[in-house]
Nanobody
Framework: QVQLSQSGGGSVQTGVSLSLSCAAS????????LGWFRQAPGEDRNFVAQ????????NYADSVKGRFTISRDKANNTVILQMNSLKPEDTAVYYC????????????WGQGTQVTVSS
C-alpha cells in the first residue's frame, strides 16, 4: 500500500521561502511520477509541479515557474517542494501525489498541509 506522508508548511510573510516534504513508502517508486497540487478555499485542486522518480524531467504550473523547485531525495524516498518568493496567492492546502507511468490519474495522495502567505 502506497503511503505519502507530508511535512512542512505554515504561515509566513510575502517573499519568504518554505519547503514541503513528502515521504513515500509502500513500494519502489522507480516507475512513478511524483507531484504537488494545491487547493485554495473555494477553488479546485490545481497542479503545481511534478517530477519523475528518476529525476529526468520536471514540470511546473506557470504560476510557480521560476519560484518553486521540485526535487526528490532517493535515499530517503522523499519528494521536496522548495517554494521561494512566496505570494499571498500561493495560500492553499498543498497535497503531494503519485501515479505510475502510463497512468493519467493521480492514484495516491498525501494528507495535505496548509501554507498561508500574508502580505
Amino acid at each position: 500500500q502506497v503511503q505519502l506522508s507530508q511535512s512542512g508548511g505554515g504561515s509566513v510573510q510575502t517573499g519568504v521561502s518554505l519547503s514541503l516534504s513528502c515521504a513515500a513508502s509502500g513500494r519502489r517508486f522507480g516507475q512513478y511520477t511524483l507531484g504537488w497540487f494545491r487547493q485554495a478555499p473555494g477553488e479546485d485542486r490545481n497542479f503545481v509541479a511534478q517530477i519523475t522518480w528518476s529525476g529526468n524531467g520536471a514540470n511546473y504550473a506557470d504560476s510557480v515557474k521560476g519560484r518553486f523547485t521540485i526535487s526528490r531525495d532517493k535515499a530517503n524516498n522523499t519528494v521536496i517542494l522548495q517554494m521561494n518568493s512566496l505570494k499571498p496567492e500561493d495560500t492553499a492546502v498543498y497535497y503531494c501525489a503519485a501515479r505510475p507511468f502510463g497512468v493519467a490519474n493521480w492514484s495516491y495522495w498525501g494528507q495535505g498541509t496548509q501554507v498561508t502567505v500574508s502580505s
